[in-house]
């Protein structure tokens, strides 16, 4: 059964920094990309960043581009978010989720998903 | 980046069919074939309905099914049941391996 379990939300202060994990099982986790997908209170799915199979490949929504840094590590099956410079805007419950990848072929939906980790950035 | 727009909320009987809009852009669906739709229950993660616009994944219901035309991509549900009741979201692949979502749609199941 595939799973993905986010963790490392918490409350955090602007201007502070966040390190989000996203923690794979049940399907090999090199033949997949990753994004992270955010939802703010009350708002929609906000997609976030993206790596490759094996992160030589990442892109980010201009909202977090140069605070955010997307990362992998295939050996440990897991995928982090480093959140800097925090805003109140940031405030969301942050999904992780899969698209397959076959061969130089993405696939661009994302197929699983977690359940998310929440990040709300308060004073 | 623009969100793509989606109506806020459908509303149907059980066993009627509804159909959710999302409308984009000549950047994101109306030059790329990747349109997914979501379905979101509150506390559960979202779960994948449609890709590539108008394909069904194993294991979702033939109730789902998905078109596309022009800017302008639809998701139809058959056969209304209580259990649909959820927020629906489309999202676009938009270039240079970016995505944009649209802004849900709250299905109400009366």
């Known amino acids: 059964e595939v799973q993905l379990v986010e963790s490392g939300g918490s409350v955090v202060r602007p201007g502070g920094s966040l390190r989000l994990s996203c923690v794979a099982s049940?399907?090999?986790?090199?033949?997949?990309?990753m994004t992270w997908v955010r939802q703010a209170p009350g708002k929609g799915l906000e997609w976030v960043s993206t790596?490759?199979?094996?992160?030589?490949?990442?892109s980010y929504a201009d909202s977090v581009k140069g605070r955010f840094t997307i990362s992998r590590d295939n050996a440990k099956k897991s995928l982090y978010l480093q959140m800097n410079s925090l805003r109140a805007e940031d405030t969301a419950l942050y999904h992780c989720?899969?698209?397959?990848?076959?061969?130089?072929?993405?696939?661009?939906?994302?197929?699983?998903w977690g359940q998310g980790t929440l990040v709300t950035v308060s004073s | 980046q623009s969100a793509l727009t989606q109506p806020a909320s459908v509303s149907g009987s059980p066993g009627q069919s509804i159909t959710i809009s999302c409308t984009g852009t000549s950047s994101d669906v109306g030059v790329y074939n990747h349109v997914s739709w979501y379905q979101s229950h509150p506390g559960n993660a979202p779960k994948l309905l449609i890709y590539e616009a108008t394909n069904r994944p194993s294991g979702v219901s033939d109730r789902f099914s998905g078109s596309k035309s022009g800017n302008t991509a639809s998701l139809t549900i058959s056969g209304l049941q209580a259990e649909d009741e959820a927020h629906y979201y489309c999202c676009s692949y938009a270039g240079r391996t970016t995505w944009v979502f649209g802004g849900g749609t709250k299905v109400t199941v009366l």
């Open positions: 989720a899969t698209f397959r990848i076959v061969g130089p072929t993405w696939r661009y939906y994302f197929d699983n």
């Open positions: 049940g399907f090999i986790f090199d033949d997949y990309g």
């Open positions: 790596i490759n199979w094996n992160g030589g490949s990442t």
